[in-house]
């Protein structure tokens, strides 16, 4: 089956080491195809495309590190830490470029800022070309590979999840959310969500009390789109910094000011909202 992860049964209570062999693999080819895109053109699409299946890869990384008796054996190379780190810089630039240069959403006149930013943007370009590397990339998998653990069960599984789960209770329960916050319970909630979807391929079915079942996977993916937009607004107010302002002209400044202010009202919307949708889903006070 060479759309899905894994080939086996359906009625099964364990993963083969086969078949965690399979799934990195599986990973490693999609990162794999968003190279000569991003080389050729670092366009958003498979930057966003590359990050994805990084974020996946971590995911199942760390659930499969709960079987090992070295859990740091299991942690994303450095390398490949690093190459995600650069693209994020690279998507962040991309995006506020897309907002304060976008005539048809933004009609100030940024051209000493938005000069700023694409001069930042071609710096991680250049930086991210000597990084991207597909026979390092390939040495990663085989790392990974050789280092996975004999079989996967639901006990494991089912610990994953409640751990996740847990790490949000926790951060619900003290009532103080703080972006580094909501970001964690970004990180968390898309973990569940990657291992969610790899565990429910074709070929290898979780026992329903193990993952997400279809109406929280729908709940967990709209929180995960309403946390991403609060990350990248977060992001775009850390360019719009008074610091970053020194070499921008006075009208530019107090436009970038303006701009400043009306995102921060959005943020705070977002946030008030994000906050409802978080402790008003069942799976946390059921678990918890």
Do not use: C
């Not at 996967?152 to 972006?179: G, P, R």
Request: charged share 30%; no cysteine.
């Amino acid at each position: 089956m060479k759309s899905g992860y894994v080939t086996s049964s359906v009625n099964k209570t364990n993963m083969t080491k086969h078949e965690i062999v399979h799934i990195i693999k599986v990973i490693f080819r999609q990162i794999k195809k968003t190279i000569p895109s991003i080389v050729k053109h670092f366009d958003q699409d498979s930057i966003h495309k590359f990050r994805v299946q990084i974020k996946k890869l971590r995911a199942f990384l760390r659930l499969l590190s709960y079987e090992m008796e070295e859990p740091k054996d299991l942690k994303l190379p450095k390398s490949l830490k690093k190459i995600y780190t650069v693209t994020g810089a690279v998507r962040s630039l991309q995006l506020q470029l897309l907002q304060t240069n976008n005539p048809s959403k933004n009609d100030n006149d940024l051209t000493q800022y938005n000069q700023q930013l694409s001069n930042d943007l071609n710096s991680r370009i250049v930086e991210l070309k000597t990084l991207i590397d597909e026979k390092i990339i390939l040495g990663k998998e085989k790392k990974n590979i050789s280092k996975i653990p004999e079989n996967i069960d639901d006990s494991v599984i089912a610990k994953f999840y409640q751990l996740k789960i847990n790490s949000i209770n926790s951060i619900i329960e003290k009532k103080k959310f703080s972006d580094e916050e909501i970001h964690s319970i970004r990180k968390l909630i898309k973990d569940m969500i990657y291992v969610s979807k790899i565990l429910h391929e074709p070929g290898f079915q979780l026992a329903q009390n193990n993952a997400f079942k279809e109406e929280d996977q729908s709940i967990a993916e709209k929180i995960a789109q309403e946390l991403g937009e609060y990350n990248d607004i977060s992001s775009g107010l850390r360019f719009l910094m008074p610091e970053g302002f020194n070499k921008i002209n006075p009208d530019e400044k107090q436009k970038l000011e303006s701009i400043r202010s009306a995102w921060n009202l959005r943020k705070k919307k977002l946030k008030a909202d994000l906050i409802n949708s978080i402790t008003a889903w069942p799976v946390f006070r059921k678990n918890g």
